[in-house]
């Protein structure tokens, strides 16, 4: 089976762009969350989606925010770059019933 | 909220030899601590994970120890070879319930041919 892919892998924008990050997970893998990961704050939360619904929410502001497709595929999004906003985001998908989740290369996202 | 500490931050050891990572939580409702291995350029993967209900768990090379008394779980790995070098992260939390799974700062594992 293939793994879990992202794109794009480098991205640069400047501050108050706006980004979309994409997740395919692996196939028949229903759950995709989504991290971000700095060296200053480490591997952060941002949201799980499961069926096209968001299940749960890390803390992270309103700017920040995603959606999931029929396909298990799932889109991130973050609006009014900041220059904080410069992480690898990273997307893992699970099985159903399982707690093991796989993750993705990851964006690496730099905000000039 | 959960708080996950992790040391070393940096370890280096010579290739056969072992590598110990420990951490700490604060949480003692957190039920499920997976390990997760870093390579450069690539996302974490797991390799080894414990329940609250379990003190020790062993995958050859690599085992995990719970004391949930004393919130510590540690992470040892036998016989370390080049290819370990990697950053190693733990996290405790809640089991399925991701937004309460929180990740420790990682330990940068060299190991020295």
């Known amino acids: 089976k293939a793994g879990v892919t992202q794109t794009p892998r480098y991205l640069i924008k400047t501050r108050g762009q706006q980004v979309t990050l994409s997740c395919s997970p692996i196939?028949?893998?229903?759950?995709v969350s989504w991290y971000q990961q700095t060296p200053g704050q480490g591997l952060q939360f941002l949201f799980e989606?499961?069926?096209?619904?968001?299940?749960n929410k890390g803390n992270f502001p309103g700017r920040f925010s995603g959606r999931q497709f029929s396909n298990s595929r799932s889109e991130m999004n973050v609006s009014t770059l900041e220059l904080g906003d410069s992480a690898l985001y990273l997307c893992?998908?699970?099985?159903?019933?399982?707690?093991?989740?796989?993750f993705g290369p990851g964006t690496r996202l730099t905000v000039l | 909220g959960e708080n996950v500490e992790q040391h070393p931050s940096t370890l280096s050891v010579q290739e056969g030899d072992s590598a110990v990572i420990k951490c700490t939580y604060s949480?003692?409702?957190?039920?499920?601590f997976p390990w997760y291995k870093q390579e450069l350029g690539k996302g974490p993967q797991l390799i080894i994970d414990?329940?609250?209900?379990?003190g020790e768990k062993k995958d050859q090379r690599i085992a995990v120890t719970l004391n949930k008394t004393a919130k510590h779980f540690s992470l040892h790995i036998t016989e370390t070879q080049p290819e370990d070098s990697a950053v190693y992260f733990c996290?405790?939390?809640?089991?399925?319930?991701?937004?309460?799974?929180?990740f420790g700062p990682g330990t940068s594992l060299s190991v020295i041919p």
């Open positions: 893992a998908s699970r099985p159903q019933a399982t707690d093991t989740q796989y």
């Open positions: 196939s028949g893998h229903r759950s």
């Open positions: 989606y499961f069926s096209e619904t968001q299940r």
């Open positions: 949480d003692s409702a957190s039920n499920y």
């Open positions: 414990i329940r609250s209900n379990v």
């Open positions: 996290a405790g939390g809640r089991k399925t319930s991701y937004d309460k799974v929180i």
